[in-house]
């Protein structure tokens, strides 16, 4: 678990599954031989040999008066068609309520976008039903994101918005929102397209301080240095290199803490400039 503070904002980060290797289907240009000169992400985000390291987590926002789960990893029971991610059954809600936040007291979920990694537990299984897994609150997503999944299936990972996004709808927790939404005071909402139609990145706000939840539009760190690799994953890889340019140029060299979604611990860090003009994040 990690935990910053911005403002008055805590926010904490709760660890659903880890990986070391076996990511290069996500990014195929990271080749051990591309990643090894990046020197500065060993020991925390690539081993020595180039090997990338990648956490699939969440990241609460605690407000003093919300609180906010964002992006809800892969979750348990559910049938997916890729063997590390089937039928997982992991720590994750005990591990969220060490952390202080039982899942009956969030009040806000929110997903950067809908993929299978990031809605998962927005449901649990019981009695052989998929059921809000946080019942006092409302799941965020964003319109354009959730037309496009509607008709645009997840079919090479399993039902997707069958078991993990319909049952909210269903249930009536669902508001549809502008990628520019503005959560509540101190969290709002910007677009960062590319890795899907709606993605979006969170940016949170308190007593002059700024931290911003990257999503998918960085999957690694790796791409700080390389904002021209794209996912495998990206439903349009150009826009998801401009959009990584886009958010180096406005945050690069300021005091914005930058939270990755992927990121191994310690997962957050500032963006700064070589001497040869690549950006890199220092921790």
């Known amino acids: 678990m990690n935990r910053w503070q911005i403002g008055d904002v805590t926010i904490t980060r709760v ?9 290069r289907f996500i990014l195929p240009q990271a080749t051990p031989e591309a990643v090894a000169p990046l020197d500065w992400m060993v020991p925390h985000f690539a081993t020595a040999e180039g090997r990338l390291i990648m956490s699939i987590h969440a990241l609460i926002i605690d407000t003093g008066s919300r609180r906010i789960i964002v992006d809800t990893c892969l979750g348990n029971d559910k049938e997916r068609k890729i063997p ?39 449901t649990m299984l019981v009695d052989g039903e998929w059921v809000p897994t946080f019942p006092n609150a409302r799941y965020y997503f964003g319109e354009t994101e ?10 090479e990972f399993g039902d997707v918005v069958g078991d993990s996004v319909q049952p909210i709808v269903d249930a009536g927790l669902a508001d549809l929102v502008a990628m520019d939404h503005k ?8 677009p960062s397209p590319g890795h899907t139609p ?17 999503g998918d539009s960085m999957h690694h760190p790796c791409q700080i240095a390389h904002p021209e690799w794209s996912s495998s ?6 826009a998801s290199r401009r959009t990584r340019e886009d958010f180096l140029a406005k945050y690069g060299d300021s005091e914005t803490l930058i939270i990755g979604t992927h990121f191994a611990a310690p997962t957050a860090g500032h963006l700064k400039k070589d001497e040869q003009g690549a950006y890199w994040l220092k921790i």
């Not at 709606?198 to 990257?214: F, M, Q």
Request: hydrophobic share 40%.
């Open 233 to 238: 994953a990206d439903t349009d890889k150009e």
């Open 15 to 23: 660890v659903e599954v880890e990986a070391t290797g076996g990511t």
């Open 84 to 122: 590390a991610w089937n039928m997982l059954q992991t720590s994750f809600l005990a591990d969220l309520e060490a952390a202080g936040y039982p899942r009956e007291t969030i009040d806000t979920v929110l997903c950067t976008h809908l993929h299978v990694d990031h809605v998962g537990w927005n």
């Open 198 to 214: 709606g993605h979006v990145c969170v940016r949170i706000l308190s007593k002059g301080e700024e931290a911003v939840i990257t």
């Open 146 to 155: 959730w037309n496009h999944w509607r008709a645009v299936p997840q079919e």
């Open 183 to 190: 959560v509540c005071d101190e969290v709002s909402l910007f």
